[in-house]
């Protein structure tokens, strides 16, 4: 039988860890034992894997001082070979660079899985310390996993062009999702307080506020667009930097613009997208966003910034990418807003992509001529993220791509 540990670095409500639940759900659903290990457990957790969830720490690290932090740092390998051991397990499947970096340091013998959620030139944009480690790890402990799972082409080709990755264990392999389990919790009832709001025509966020989804250009955007529709609104459901949100209603106060919500964390956000006319990213990087999927599921017009791989995503026929502005089956990719910078803005002035932006949320609004041609190719869209070919195929040896 197999044994499966999933290793993750938090229990928050982002795409990694909505996935690490989609797996501990269906490798179940076959029989198989499954632990989920968070580097760091919070009250504050929305992802919960019950009897089988396992810590290492209750504390975050920002209550960390500086040495503990390091401590704990060179101790999690050694903890993570210890519940390996323990529980006999024969596969183990890591998470995002943290996880990976610590799974790699283990020297433990199960099959060993890392996956790579992000294209990480523009995210070492960043040379703080552990972006430092994880881009050595790279060229150094990465050789100990039987398979590096890429979750779009455009990762994996970064990878190896910008970041001195050294081995030969990269795999693309989308990530999965439960279609039918997002569509029976998109028909749940919304809480009476937000029934109201989404009585009206909604722009959707949902991801953390963090400098890598640079929810800054949304909001200008935003801005732009209540001028010609002004009933509009703009919900954004997920938590984050506090120095993020302050920059945000700085700015909102700035430009005097309104109807626009902070929700926080939601433990469904199905639910809220399944009532959202469009749903809209802005991010600086992703790897394949699981929201965008997940929109698609249900049939939400997705307007998206470009990042390498969103076009591959939101495409039927896997084209080559540009940065002009694309139009897909899926709805529109505008120009990219990152410039070369990962920070939070030092001014809010209203840029020429956040203009084309704004431009392409009236488009998606002011028809259904997108829901429409959604709906036509929705099936051709969502089958490379079948759940049951995906999570088999992170457990299978490596296919060698060409």
């Not at 290793?7 to 659903?29: C, D, Q, W």
């Not at 989308?174 to 389990?181: I, L, Q």
């Not at 109807?259 to 399944?274: E, K, T, V, W």
């Not at 020429?352 to 609004?365: C, F, G, P, R």
Request: with cysteine.
């Amino acid at each position: 039988m197999k044994k499966i540990l999933l290793i993750m670095p938090y229990g928050s409500v982002g795409g990694m860890e909505r996935l690490a639940l989609t797996f501990y759900n269906h490798y179940r659903s076959l029989g198989y034992e499954v632990k989920a290990l968070k580097i760091i457990k919070l009250d504050s957790d929305i992802i919960h894997f019950g009897d089988d969830e396992l810590f290492l720490s209750g504390v975050d690290f920002s209550g960390m001082t500086m040495q503990r932090r390091m401590r704990f740092y060179f101790s999690v390998p050694l903890y993570i070979r210890r519940i390996i051991k323990k529980y006999s397990i024969t596969h183990s499947i890591a998470f995002g660079d943290m996880a990976n970096v610590f799974s790699s340091w283990t020297r433990t013998k199960e099959f060993k899985v890392a996956s790579m959620h992000a294209v990480k030139s523009i995210e070492f944009e960043n040379k703080n310390f552990l972006n430092k480690v994880f881009k050595r790890a790279f060229r150094k402990s990465y050789r100990n996993f039987d398979k590096v799972v890429c979750i779009s082409n455009a990762i994996r080709k970064d990878l190896l062009a910008n970041c001195g990755y050294a081995f030969d264990n990269l795999e693309v392999i989308y990530n999965p999702h439960d279609v039918a389990e997002i569509r029976r919790k998109s028909a749940e009832d919304l809480p009476a307080a937000d029934v109201a709001l989404f009585e009206k025509e909604v722009v959707l966020f949902l991801g953390r506020m963090s400098v890598q989804k640079a929810p800054w250009h949304l909001v200008n955007a935003f801005g732009l667009l209540q001028k010609r529709r002004p009933d509009a609104q703009l919900v954004l459901i997920g938590d984050g930097s506090p120095e993020v949100t302050r920059h945000l209603e700085r700015q909102i106060a700035q430009h005097q613009i309104s109807n626009i919500h902070f929700l926080g964390r939601r433990s469904n956000p199905y639910q809220y997208m399944a009532r959202a006319k469009v749903v809209a990213l802005s991010s600086y990087y992703e790897g394949t966003p699981n929201v965008v999927v997940e929109a698609m599921a249900l049939g939400i017009p997705v307007v998206s910034a470009f990042t390498p791989g969103i076009t591959e995503l939101m495409r039927v026929v896997d084209v080559e990418e540009t940065k002009a502005l694309t139009r897909t089956e899926a709805g529109i990719v505008t120009p990219p807003f990152f410039k070369g910078r990962l920070n939070i803005p030092d001014t809010s002035v209203v840029t020429e992509e956040e203009k084309i932006y704004a431009d392409a949320l009236q488009e998606t609004l002011g028809t259904d001529a997108y829901t429409k041609t959604l709906a036509e190719h929705q099936a051709a869209l969502l089958a490379k993220f079948d759940l049951r070919q995906v999570a088999a195929a992170y457990l299978e040896p490596i296919t060698r791509n060409k």
